[in-house]
Structures are given as C-alpha cells and as structure tokens.
T-cell receptor, first 117, second 111 residues
Framework: EPEVTQTPSHQVTQMGQEVILRCVPISNHLYFYWYRQILGQKVEFLVSFYNNEISEKSEIFDDQFSVERPDGSNFTLKIRSTKLEDSAMYFC???????????????FGPGTRLTVL | GQNIDQPTEMTATEGAIVQINCTYQTSGFNGLFWYQQHAGEAPTFLSYNVLDGLEEKGRFSSFLSRSKGYSYLLLKELQMKDSASYLCAVREDTNAGKSTFGDGTTLTVKP
C-alpha cells in the first residue's frame, strides 16, 4: 500500500541553524500539508500546498518557514533560523482531494522529530 | 476559526464499549474525521462523516449531528491495542481542505 515517507526520522540542531525536513507524498496525490505537534499537545496545521504554490498557511507559518516541491516527488519544509520552541514532531500529509471514490482523508507520514538545542 | 472540544482522558475495560464525544464550533465545515494516534506515531485514519448519521466500520462507528456540532466515536469489543489517543478533526470548506484538530482523548484500556 502506498504511503507517505519522511526523512530524517529525528533531527537535532542548534538554535539559529537552518533545517530542511523532507517528505515524499503518495504519488497520485495532489494536495500536500505540513502539520506539527509539540510534545503532549495537539496537531497544528502549518501549511497546505497545491499546484506548486501555497494554498493556505497558519499564523505559525511565519517568514522563518518555507515549503518547496523541488522535483516531482519531494516536498520540503525549511526552517531558516530555528528556535527552541520549534522543537516538535513535524508531520507531512497528502490527499488525493477531489477523488469521488475516497474520503479524501489526509494520509500522514511517520513524522520527523525536530529537537532544537 | 474552529473550536473543537473532546475529553482529555477516558478509561475502559477490555471487551467493553466506549464512546468518545467531540463538539465543535466552526466558521466552515466540510466533514469530520476521527484519527487514532499511538504515542510517538502519526495519526491514522479511522472514520469520516460529512452527512448526519452513523457510519459503521467494523468495531468502530462514528456519528455526526451537524445542527448540534456534535460527533462521537464508538469503539466496541475493546482490545488492549486500542489504548491510544483519538483525535477529532474538522475539515474546513477551503480549497485545500485543511483539518483543525482537537486536543485528542487518551483512552486507556485495562484488562
């Protein structure tokens, strides 16, 4: 069964450093998302991406964040200058959307645990 | 925006039935999802409701009342492996259909 993959599974970085989190969405899906979950808290929406541009973004997704689909398969989240409060699990998700045969639920990747020291 | 409420914790006995409630106030609505999340893992899809009524899927059922802004997830014949967090998520009626999640209900199944 196709699945969303994410690398790395765990990233440790120093405050102020740039990180890039990588995702490979399911191949025939059209919409891609990034969510984050701080330990013990709820899943929070960051950004959605469709047709090579941002569709929506939350207040969390400020100028320090950017997303890119550099090729036909990868979808990346970049944090330019990490802060301690960026420590969280980051989930990538994708959905076919508009497929009448499915619920168009979001399929989540396994997550990248980001630790900022 | 969205406001989603669900109980923080619930405990139930193996073999029993448990109902996890979710209430929501939304500015837009295009369906409600229930996800299961084990500690340290990604949410996995359980059910989806967009019309009022009950959807049954094996041991899991989900109910929606749009007029009341209310949903529940019913788990039957509980097993120890059902111990997890259960997330209620409302999909907004935007182009990309992003979901807003509740805080989750941590269910502990005891022998």
């Amino acid at each position: 069964e196709p699945e969303v993959t994410q690398t790395p599974s765990h990233q440790v970085t120093q405050m102020g450093q740039e990180v890039i989190l990588r995702c490979v969405p399911i191949s025939n899906h059209l919409y891609f998302y990034w969510y984050r979950q701080i330990l013990g808290q709820k899943v929070e929406f960051l950004v959605s991406f469709y047709n090579n541009e941002i569709s929506e973004k939350s207040e969390i997704f400020d100028d320090q964040f950017s997303v890119e689909r550099p090729d036909g398969s990868n979808f990346t989240l970049k944090i330019r200058s990490t802060k301690l409060e960026d420590s969280a699990m980051y989930f990538c998700a994708s959905t076919p959307w508009g497929d009448p045969s499915s619920y168009n639920e979001q399929f989540f990747g396994p997550g990248t645990r980001l630790t900022v020291l | 925006g969205q406001n989603i409420d669900q109980p923080t914790e619930m405990t139930a006995t193996e073999g029993a039935i448990v109902q996890i409630n979710c209430t929501y106030q939304t500015s837009g609505f295009n369906g409600l999802f229930w996800y299961q999340q084990h500690a340290g893992e990604a949410p996995t899809f359980l059910s989806y409701n967009v019309l009022d009524g009950l959807e049954e899927k094996g041991r899991f059922s989900s109910f929606l009342s749009r007029s009341k802004g209310y949903s529940y997830l019913l788990l039957k014949e509980l097993q120890m492996k059902d111990s997890a967090s259960y997330l209620c998520a409302v999909r907004e009626d935007t182009n990309a259909g992003k979901s807003t999640f509740g805080d989750g209900t941590t269910l502990t199944v005891k022998p």
